[in-house]
């Protein structure tokens, strides 16, 4: 029967990939791209610095890369199994069928196995297979090196399923996906840290010494023996086959480990996230006032309410973990103190501007877009009720816009007293990002009204992949002609003597001659030129969002349509849509 199951799970493979979308094959093309040049860069630093590496040093690598391997397995591993154990739909149609569980948990085991664990597996045996050659391996550490990373691989998938098996009986059965999304953001979070490890790394210490430095695995952990393993089979040496031995039988005993838990954690762990957990009724009671909000308040709201009691919708946030905090700590390591940011605090303020712009243009669309196909589930519902299309858009367009502004302008304050920013200069640039973001957030509605996706296992991918291209360009298009006046009024005078060098012919010279006549009307005008300013960033961005959700109207009292993603074991992705 497995072997039944697993030919038909190969023909619809085939059959996926047969009939799939160009983007899908742009998905997948861009993957391996990726794959490929992170396989490049690791094999060509290897073999650079394969010779100079001492013994040592060697045999410490590679316990830890079988570390990392396991780790990297264990973290991105949890979500995919979890979404491969009991988010399938042939499951329901399977379940019913006279086929034993066990058969069906290996027949998802190799599945997984020939995913993500594969793909580490020879991100890690590639790079091994350039040190034997550079360093002129004896053939039998090819052969060592194989099993042991595919044992290491075989052992952090089956920790994978046996976590996944033990948490569903543990976490209430409406808060499983949510820990699943928690657990693929601190993956992510995880392995980006772990290549940033040589930048935080103090003194900027060499490699070798850096690695040297990190302390020894007792000799009774699968990573030493790995590592005494791989390290012997290079020189030819017969005791690496004990090792070897001892970490492929360890592997067996994790997969026989992990099959245990299979009626109990499988099968009825399916049933029991299938049927989700009864709530409680909360007692109403008859002495409580309501006060009744206009139907705009209501709106946003509702939307603040479905965000607040679903982790995965805050996942619209992750880039600024990466892209912030990250870069903030190699800054403060290169040797920058506070004292330094303070004495030039005000060309800080104006960057500091710029740079949350362009954070704002990456949250504001996506969050207000997401919007939109949030209300996928209520359609009919919404039709029923006494509010007009442009009331539904304005209560989206205001809870979209204030929770990244919240989030974005506390951090500005907090940086503002840290820099000794002045207070004119902290109201000032938040009320500026305030006026200006309100148009990026409107492109979004009128964007999610055309584009709109819903995916109940992914909720924060909520836009087509044109759509959300589009969004990206236009909110950027939008920020770079906003920016206009917003540089008029942050541009210090003194830059007038740099543009008078840059004039004279040209297109750029044209702009350099525009932008001094503009700063020599600031230094003789300040006042007047602060208020065009102002009203240029107000009637523009204002003007945006009125003509944004006036077209996002007529786009909702003629009906859209909402892209419903069906998530299928093998088949894919499979779309209908749903007219709103």
């Known amino acids: 029967m497995m ?49 100079s590496l ?42 019913t069928m006279p086929i034993p569980t066990k058969q069906l948990f290996w027949v998802k085991y190799i599945k997984s196995f020939l995913s993500t664990p594969l793909i580490m597996f020879f991100l890690f045996y590639i790079p091994f297979i350039v040190y034997g050659i550079r360093v002129h391996a004896h ?8 099993a042991v990373l595919l044992s290491t691989a075989v052992i952090g998938l089956s920790i994978c399923y046996l976590l996944n098996l033990l948490l569903v009986q543990l976490i209430p ?43 020894l695995f007792p000799n009774w952990t699968p990573f030493y023996w790995a590592s005494t393993a791989i390290t012997s089979s290079a020189k030819g040496s017969v005791h690496a086959f004990l090792p070897t031995l001892s970490i492929m039988g360890l592997a067996f005993l994790s997969m026989l480990l992990s099959s245990f838990l299979v009626e109990k954690g499988f099968r009825t762990g399916w049933v029991r996230l299938s049927e989700g957990k009864a709530k409680k009724r909360a007692k109403i009671s008859s002495s409580k006032k309501y006060r009744v909000y206009h139907p705009v308040m209501i709106i946003g709201l509702t939307d603040w309410k479905n965000i607040k009691r679903d982790l995965r919708e805050w996942l619209v946030f992750m880039p600024f973990v990466f892209f912030l905090i990250f870069p903030a700590v190699g800054f403060f390591k290169s040797g920058t103190t506070l004292e330094n940011l303070i004495s030039y605090k005000d060309n800080v303020w104006l960057g ?42 304005l209560g989206k367009l205001w809870i979209s816009w204030l929770l990244p502004f919240t989030l974005l302008s506390t951090i500005e304050i907090v940086l503002g007293l840290f820099i000794h920013w002045s207070a004119v200069q902290i109201i000032s640039g938040i009320l500026l990002k305030g006026i200006l973001t309100i148009g990026i957030s409107s492109i979004g509605i009128w964007l999610g009204t055309i584009g709109a ?22 909110a950027y298009v939008y920020l770079f002609i906003a920016l206009i006046p917003f540089a008029l ?22 702009i350099a001659g525009l932008v001094s006549d503009l700063l020599s009307f600031k230094m003789t005008h300040p006042a007047i030129t602060y208020l065009i300013g102002i009203a240029l960033i107000i009637i523009f961005s204002i ?35 749903k007219r709103l």
């Not at 079988?66 to 199994?81: A, D, H, T």
């Not at 210090?492 to 840059?502: G, Q, T």
């Open 173 to 215: 059965a409406q808060r499983a996906n949510e820990l699943m999304t928690a657990m693929s953001a601190l993956s992510g979070v995880i392995v980006y840290v772990l290549f940033q490890l040589p930048n935080f790394s103090s003194n900027g210490a060499p490699f070798e010494k850096a690695i040297t430095a990190l302390p």
């Open 543 to 577: 003007g945006i969002a009125f003509l944004m959700l006036k077209l996002s109207t007529i786009r909702l009292n003629k009906g859209i349509r909402v892209a419903k993603v069906q998530s299928r074991s093998t088949l894919g992705r499979q779309s209908y849509t």
């Open 489 to 510: 009024l942050n541009i210090p005078s003194s830059f007038k003597v740099f543009a008078d060098e840059l004039a004279g012919n040209g297109f750029i010279g044209f």
């Open 352 to 393: 500091v501007q710029v740079f949350f712009l362009f954070f704002y243009a990456l949250f504001n669309g996506s969050m207000s877009a997401s919007s939109i196909a949030r209300e996928a589930e209520t359609a009919s519902l919404i039709k029923s009720l006494p509010i007009s299309s442009w009331q539904l858009a």
């Open 453 to 474: 996706k819903h995916n109940p296992n992914n909720p924060q991918n909520r836009l087509t992949f044109g759509v959300s291209i589009l969004l990206a360009i236009l």
């Open 3 to 51: 072997k039944l199951l697993l030919q038909t799970e190969g023909k619809l493979l085939l059959n996926h990939v047969k009939f799939s979308k160009k983007q899908a094959y742009a998905t997948i093309g861009f993957s391996t791209l990726f794959i490929a040049l992170i396989v490049y860069f690791l094999s060509k630093g290897v073999w650079s610095v394969a010779p």
């Open 54 to 95: 001492s013994f040592e040093t060697v045999s410490s690598l590679f316990s830890y890369s079988c570390l990392l391997l396991m780790g990297m397995l264990v973290l991105m591993g949890i979500p995919q199994v979890f979404k491969n154990l009991y988010s399938s739909l042939d499951l329901s149609f399977l379940f």
């Open 139 to 146: 053939f039998l550490f090819y052969i060592i090196s194989l």
